[in-house]
């Protein structure tokens, strides 16, 4: 199966891409937000803020009313449309602290791990504020900046905890917390669940790696100048099968990367499309190695990659 060149082009170092990332702890935490607000959203307009490639307007597109999904690169608004376009989802260009939509136009923001990666992130705030309606409701995650891995060159400001909550409550009267982290999760599954993708699976799961909440990846925050009554479920993805046979191997998958980086990879001016298959190879190593705790490593590795797609696809 021959890789999709736009791929790299979508800078699938930082954004979700299903087609690319399916079966991966990345896919698995950008689905459980997206899964959880499907409930906020039932008959509601809502804006999808940096909605990325699509998947995630095209799921809220089910319960809502009509989904506006605006991200700042044309090429990926491109994507969403060809990938993700549903009758009642309307895909735009646009910038976070300059939103192209009026005020009170909406009754739901999305906002997932967006204001981490704006450098007036308070602009951006008001502008949310501006396009949302008077009792509307505000969606937003962030990574936790005291347990999410150092030295993301996509990050311009990451918050703390009671950071966030300040900021937040000076826009909004009400704000409910909540938390999403990632676990090795044991399962035992019937044959019939074990070869496909399946949602809704009832599974009788046991906290038994309990963290404060200080400790989480990422805060999840609902946020509103009116009483906020709405509560979001549980919800959970198992992704990124831990293999004791694959962990073995990263070691071979590092040195090769290391190997890259010291041949001076930034350098290179010609591809072809085996040489992109590669980068995307790369890319789902590097992942993998992440999420196994090699973080320093995996992030500057990710920079490397980011700056092959460049030369390779100016």
């Given at each position: 199966?021959?890789?999709?060149?736009?791929?790299?082009?979508?800078?699938?170092?930082?954004?979700?891409?299903?087609?690319?990332?399916?079966?991966?702890?990345?896919?698995?935490?950008?689905?459980?937000?997206?899964?959880?607000?499907?409930?906020?959203?039932?008959?509601?307009?809502?804006l999808?803020?940096?909605?990325?490639?699509?998947?995630?307007?095209?799921?809220?597109?089910?319960?809502?009313?009509?989904?506006?999904?605006?991200?700042?690169?044309?090429?990926?608004?491109?994507?969403?449309?060809?990938?993700?376009?549903?009758?009642?989802?309307?895909?735009?260009?646009?910038?976070?602290?300059?939103?192209?939509?009026?005020?009170?136009?909406?009754?739901?923001?999305?906002?997932?791990?967006?204001?981490?990666?704006?450098?007036?992130?308070?602009?951006?705030?008001?502008?949310?504020?501006?396009?949302?309606?008077?009792?509307?409701?505000?969606?937003?995650?962030?990574?936790?900046e005291?347990?999410?891995?150092?030295?993301?060159?996509?990050?311009?400001?990451?918050?703390?905890?009671?950071?966030?909550?300040?900021?937040?409550?000076?826009?909004?009267?009400?704000?409910?917390?909540?938390?999403?982290?990632?676990?090795?999760?044991?399962?035992?599954?019937?044959?019939?669940?074990?070869?496909?993708?399946t949602?809704?699976?009832?599974?009788?799961?046991?906290?038994l790696?309990?963290?404060?909440?200080?400790?989480?990846?990422?805060?999840?925050?609902?946020?509103?100048?009116?009483?906020?009554?709405?509560?979001?479920?549980?919800?959970?993805?198992?992704s990124?099968?831990?293999?004791?046979?694959?962990?073995?191997?990263?070691?071979?998958e590092?040195?090769?990367?290391?190997?890259?980086?010291?041949?001076?990879?930034?350098?290179?001016?010609?591809?072809?499309?085996?040489?992109?298959?590669?980068?995307?190879?790369?890319?789902?190593?590097?992942?993998?190695?992440?999420?196994?705790?090699?973080?320093?490593?995996?992030?500057?590795?990710?920079?490397?990659k980011?700056?092959?797609?460049?030369?390779?696809?100016?």
């Amino acid at each position: 199966m021959k890789t999709n060149k736009n791929l790299v082009k979508l800078n699938i170092a930082e954004r979700m891409v299903p087609e690319f990332h399916a079966g991966t702890s990345i896919y698995g935490e950008h689905y459980v937000r997206y899964d959880a607000a499907q409930s906020l959203v039932k008959g509601k307009t809502v804006l999808d803020i940096a909605c990325g490639s699509g998947y995630g307007t095209k799921l809220l597109a089910k319960n809502a009313k009509k989904v506006y999904g605006v991200d700042i690169a044309p090429e990926v608004v491109e994507y969403a449309q060809e990938n993700y376009g549903v009758p009642n989802a309307e895909y735009l260009v646009g910038d976070g602290e300059s939103i192209p939509l009026e005020d009170n136009t909406v009754d739901v923001v999305i906002s997932f791990e967006t204001i981490e990666h704006i450098k007036h992130y308070t602009q951006f705030l008001e502008e949310v504020r501006r396009v949302l309606k008077d009792e509307g409701l505000l969606v937003l995650s962030t990574p936790n900046e005291l347990e999410f891995a150092e030295g993301n060159h996509y990050h311009l400001h990451e918050f703390k905890e009671q950071e966030l909550k300040d900021l937040l409550g000076k826009q909004y009267k009400y704000t409910n917390s909540y938390y999403q982290g990632d676990w090795i999760y044991s399962a035992l599954l019937p044959e019939s669940l074990v070869s496909k993708e399946t949602g809704g699976i009832q599974i009788k799961t046991f906290n038994l790696a309990p963290l404060r909440p200080e400790k989480y990846l990422y805060f999840y925050m609902l946020c509103s100048n009116r009483k906020i009554s709405e509560k979001l479920e549980s919800v959970g993805a198992m992704s990124q099968h831990w293999s004791e046979r694959t962990i073995q191997g990263k070691e071979a998958e590092r040195k090769r990367a290391s190997e890259l980086t010291a041949n001076h990879v930034y350098n290179l001016e010609t591809t072809n499309h085996e040489q992109a298959e590669s980068i995307v190879e790369l890319s789902k190593s590097l992942d993998s190695i992440n999420r196994f705790k090699i973080v320093r490593l995996a992030r500057k590795l990710a920079q490397v990659k980011s700056s092959l797609a460049k030369n390779f696809y100016k």
